[in-house]
């Protein structure tokens, strides 16, 4: 079933429970970032559509079976998940451009990721043990892992598929029912993933498709009793109003928050690798990315000619329609996002920063109907700067130099945030020492913003709670018990 409409008097249904009907809520469209027409049109769900989808989620985790298949049984439906995406990886990659203006190059590999994700949940599933613990008496020992119920994942809009595939794969594998609440500017992977999940076996209700406004659905969805888990991907400030949330609930959460990386260029850096990694960490996915290196240091004997190559690349990036095979970055998800990019921009140029490249939106080849902005570099600032220190989300960069290791590590642990950074270097052993000491939940070394399913994710601080990914990331979605097998042949002898 596909859920993409193309005529903009028709209104897309969503998945409560077992039913695809339409929500009862505020009417909404999501726009193509592109050109600003309209892709789909649909009803969010009321407060009552959340509780009944909530409701039906319970019901479904209690009675469908799911939970009590053997692993290898939902391994195989997850694996099934996996050969769908990739049956029709190409229309779902051009229903993800059409969702959030991704050119097409990343919403194929985005489409592939989450193939892969399900078959790595799959395999981590089938080939999870128990564990066997040292008996200390009469009785041996055992530790077993029973899923949670209902599980909430809220999902960000700059890559979709792929981070509904982190959260759901793993939730699915565990046992648990999931109710999915998409960005309300992207809802259309999340009703297609589900409607894969559906196809490949899940029981039918183990899965709500929720969109809507985070302040509303998302807030609802989290305070429910029946929802035992939240994982969350999203704004700091967000991120923050769930925890406190689930503490007074007692419940567990996982957050992937806010992000400002330091990227480190050091003096024996090859610039070639250096240069190409930078603008990538920076520019690909027109830096909406948590995790983009959006704070750039560079030792000042290399400063000069490494910044005239950055800013000569950065200006020769394609920017353009995202439907063409050659674009490099496409648009902004909104207009709104824009201007906020734009005005964090023009406070870098007040506290006496200096354009080097960018710093307006492009001009000609009709781009003048999307939310397009230049790559953008800044120099002239330090690191206490507005800018340096608050997440822009966007292809903005900050360019400082640094003077010996210890200022470099000053400057980059200097942030509330510590998601991620990056370190050019040709001594292995300064990549040790300075991947240690730095602040962050991943450090990429030679490289930059490169993925495994395989490798857990998250930050410190500001940046999040918990890890997703990972052979442990099924555990995230369930409870341990401890088990003791009596072999005494007497009774206790306390009670004689």
């Not at 190059?105 to 799959?122: I, K, N």
């Not at 890559?159 to 609440?181: H, R, T, W």
């Not at 994982?231 to 928050?257: C, N, Q, W, Y």
Request: aromatic share 8%; with cysteine.
């Amino acid at each position: 079933m596909s859920f993409l409409i193309t005529e903009s008097d028709q209104l897309l249904p969503i998945m409560i429970g077992a039913e695809r009907r339409l929500g009862r809520g505020d009417e909404s469209q999501t726009l193509y970032p592109a050109t600003q027409e309209v892709v789909a049109r649909l009803r969010a769900p009321s407060l009552d559509d959340v509780n009944e989808a909530i409701e039906a989620a319970d019901h479904a985790f209690r009675t469908s079976g799911w939970a009590q298949r053997k692993p290898h049984e939902r391994a195989h439906v997850l694996f099934r998940v996996a050969q769908l995406i990739r049956e029709r990886a190409e229309p779902l990659a051009q229903r993800q451009r059409l969702d959030n203006g991704k050119p097409i190059s990343e919403t194929r590999a985005l489409v592939a990721s989450a193939a892969g994700t399900f078959q790595y949940f799959g395999s981590a599933l089938e080939t999870m043990e128990e564990e066997l613990t040292p008996s200390r008496g009469a009785y041996f020992t055992m530790s077993v892992h029973e899923p949670m119920g209902v599980v909430a994942a809220i999902t960000p809009w700059n890559s979709p598929i792929a981070s509904e595939a982190q959260k759901l794969a793993p939730a699915l594998a565990a046992g648990c029912a999931v109710v999915v609440k998409p960005a309300e500017v992207t809802p259309l992977m999340a009703l297609e993933l589900a409607a894969i999940c559906e196809e490949a076996g899940v029981p039918r209700g183990m899965i709500s498709v929720l969109p809507g406004r985070g302040s509303v659905i998302g807030d609802a969805i989290t305070r429910h009793p029946l929802v035992r888990r939240v994982s969350f991907t999203g704004g700091t400030s967000t991120g923050k109003h769930i925890a406190r949330i689930a503490a007074d609930k007692m419940m567990p959460v996982s957050m992937e928050l806010g992000g400002k990386s330091a990227t480190m260029v050091l003096e024996d850096a090859d610039i070639d690798h250096a240069v190409n990694g930078v603008l990538y960490g920076i520019f690909s996915s027109s830096g909406e990315s948590c995790i983009a290196g959006s704070r750039l240091f560079v030792a000042r004997s290399r400063y000069d000619e490494f910044m005239d190559r950055l800013a000569e690349k950065a200006q020769a990036l394609r920017v353009g329609d995202p439907s063409d095979e050659r674009t490099q970055m496409g648009p902004l998800i909104t207009p709104r996002h824009r201007e906020s990019i734009e005005r964090y921009v023009a406070t870098g140029l007040a506290e006496g920063g200096r354009l080097r490249t960018g710093g307006k939106r492009p001009e000609g080849s009709g781009l003048d109907k999307g939310n397009y902005y230049l790559p953008t570099i800044i120099e002239g600032l330090t690191n206490r700067a507005t800018i340096s220190q608050e997440e822009i989300f966007g292809p903005v960069l900050v360019a400082m130099p640094f003077d010996s290791e210890d200022d470099l590590l000053a400057q980059a642990n200097d942030s509330i945030y510590a998601l991620a950074a990056g370190i050019w270097t040709g001594d292995y052993r300064k990549a040790w020492r300075i991947g240690r000491a730095v602040q962050a939940g991943t450090v990429w070394i030679n490289t930059y913003k490169q993925f495994s399913i395989s490798t857990p994710f998250g930050g410190w601080r500001d940046s999040g709670l918990g890890r997703e990914k990972g052979r442990l990331g099924i555990q995230q979605y369930m409870e341990q018990k401890s088990m003791y097998w009596g072999t005494n042949e007497q009774p206790i002898p306390w009670a004689n």
